[in-house]
């Protein structure tokens, strides 16, 4: 017996055998490589874009270039019309220094040193503000909307000076004593909470060294007033107190050549700025009266003018026989008697042998024993 299979076509039994397997992993797709006519189309766009806004870039470069050029030619021409101002300041001041007037103001090279700092302080601001003006237009001119950052601005300046008022009032402060020249280096001063001479002065702080050798570091927006001892002149006075039976003409006489050979002699007739004068009777006591001397010198010396002053009066005065006596005093207290009782000691319930303590405390005698 013969069987007969039927024919089945290849097409046929692949889709009866279920699906093909994929491609495996390490299969990768045919690349697709750009044709010239892709790369003619993409350059043809880049020219055209570039083409469309080349003049936007060329006219936002220009505008930056002109700000940038106006901000540095302004900035130029301002800082050196303030240098000027400060030269013509300074020739000025040397052009009194050997005046009359020059001699009641501060020295030629402290006038130099204020202007140089006045210059500083001004070139410095005038730079803040122009060139902080055209980084806005040139940020401006990119279309930054600046008014979050003008808005942080003012936020964070608020809160910085609330934070730090006190130092914004010891610059503010600093500065005004710079321009109004209250005081400078070498200057004696009294700033209320120290006083000194100023061996630096800042917008911040001043420096000053007090009579025993320490340095005082005040803050400017602490010193609520300021006395200067070193600027136009100082007084040196000197009181003289002599007896009330000393002959007065004798002593004024003796007094006045003291101050006319004091006047002549160096380096005293630079110290003195007038001749020394007797004033006359200052105070007139029950044993004594003070004769007051006066004159005015150089700033900062009247303290060395007054002690060789006083030298040359003890002096003088030991040779005319002239006592000079210090001022009235209180008389002295009188001792108080001393009490003679004070080394007795107080009475005693024991003195008496026959108190009841003295009984009471003696020892019991010795009694014999009966057999």
């Given at each position: 017996?013969?069987?007969?299979?039927?024919?089945?076509?290849?097409?046929?039994?692949?889709?009866?055998?279920?699906?093909?397997?994929?491609?495996?992993?390490?299969?990768?797709?045919?690349?697709?490589v750009?044709?010239?006519q892709?790369?003619?189309?993409?350059?043809?766009?880049?020219?055209?874009?570039?083409?469309?806004?080349?003049?936007?870039?060329?006219?936002?470069?220009?505008?930056?270039?002109?700000?940038?050029v106006?901000a540095?030619?302004?900035?130029?021409?301002?800082?050196r019309?303030?240098?000027?101002v400060?030269?013509?300041?300074?020739?000025?001041?040397?052009a009194?220094?050997g005046?009359?007037?020059?001699?009641?103001?501060?020295?030629?090279?402290?006038?130099?040193?204020?202007?140089?700092?006045?210059?500083?302080?001004l070139?410095?601001v005038?730079?803040f503000?122009i060139?902080?003006?055209?980084a806005?237009?040139?940020?401006?001119?990119?279309?930054?909307n600046?008014?979050?950052?003008?808005?942080?601005?003012?936020?964070?300046?608020?809160?910085?000076?609330?934070?730090?008022?006190?130092?914004v009032?010891?610059?503010?402060s600093?500065?005004?004593?710079i321009?109004?020249?209250?005081?400078?280096?070498?200057?004696?001063?009294?700033?209320?909470?120290?006083?000194?001479?100023?061996?630096?002065?800042?917008?911040?702080?001043?420096?000053?060294?007090?009579?025993?050798?320490?340095?005082?570091y005040?803050?400017?927006?602490?010193?609520?007033?300021?006395?200067?001892?070193?600027?136009?002149w100082a007084t040196?006075?000197?009181?003289?107190?002599?007896?009330t039976?000393?002959?007065?003409?004798?002593?004024?006489?003796?007094?006045?050549?003291?101050?006319?050979?004091m006047?002549?002699?160096?380096?005293?007739n630079?110290?003195?700025?007038?001749?020394?004068?007797?004033?006359g009777l200052?105070s007139?006591?029950?044993?004594s009266m003070v004769?007051r001397?006066?004159?005015?010198?150089m700033?900062?010396?009247?303290?060395?003018?007054?002690?060789?002053?006083?030298?040359?009066?003890?002096?003088a005065?030991?040779?005319?026989?002239?006592?000079?006596?210090?001022?009235?005093?209180?008389?002295?207290?009188?001792?108080?008697?001393?009490?003679?009782?004070?080394?007795?000691?107080?009475?005693s319930?024991?003195?008496?042998?026959?108190?009841p303590?003295?009984?009471?405390?003696?020892?019991?005698?010795?009694?014999?024993?009966s057999?």
């Open positions: 017996m013969h069987l007969e299979v039927p024919a089945v076509s290849l097409p046929a039994a692949l889709p009866a055998a279920g699906p093909s397997p994929s491609p495996s992993p390490s299969e990768s797709p045919a690349l697709t750009p044709t010239f892709d790369a003619h189309e993409t350059a043809t766009n880049a020219a055209s874009w570039v083409e469309q806004n080349w003049s936007t870039w060329l006219a936002i470069g220009l505008k930056i270039l002109l700000i940038l106006i540095a030619v302004l900035r130029g021409v301002v800082r019309a303030i240098t000027k400060i030269d013509r300041m300074a020739r000025t001041a040397q009194v220094d005046t009359a007037l020059g001699g009641l103001l501060v020295n030629a090279e402290r006038r130099r040193q204020r202007s140089q700092a006045i210059g500083s302080v070139r410095s005038t730079s503000l060139m902080g003006t055209a806005l237009m040139v940020l401006s001119t990119f279309e930054i600046l008014a979050p950052l003008l808005a942080s601005a003012g936020v964070a300046g608020v809160a910085i000076g609330f934070g730090a008022r006190n130092l009032t010891d610059f503010l600093g500065v005004f004593m321009l109004e020249d209250q005081y400078g280096v070498g200057d004696s001063i009294d700033a209320g909470v120290a006083a000194g001479e100023v061996i630096e002065v800042g917008l911040r702080v001043t420096k000053l060294r007090g009579a025993n050798g320490e340095i005082w005040v803050r400017n927006g602490e010193i609520k007033r300021i006395g200067n001892l070193s600027q136009g040196a006075g000197v009181d003289v107190t002599v007896r039976d000393e002959d007065l003409d004798k002593v004024k006489a003796t007094l006045d050549e003291v101050a006319e050979r006047s002549k002699e160096e380096p005293w630079e110290l003195l700025w007038s001749p020394i004068e007797v004033l200052d007139v006591l029950i044993d004769v001397v006066t004159a005015k010198t700033p900062g010396k009247s303290v060395t003018v007054e002690r060789e002053l006083r030298w040359r009066v003890k002096r005065f030991d040779a005319a026989g002239i006592r000079i006596v210090g001022d009235a005093t209180a008389p002295a207290e009188e001792a108080p008697a001393a009490d003679p009782t004070a080394g007795i000691s107080a009475p319930a024991f003195a008496s042998t026959t108190s303590q003295s009984l009471a405390a003696s020892p019991i005698p010795p009694q014999s024993l057999k």
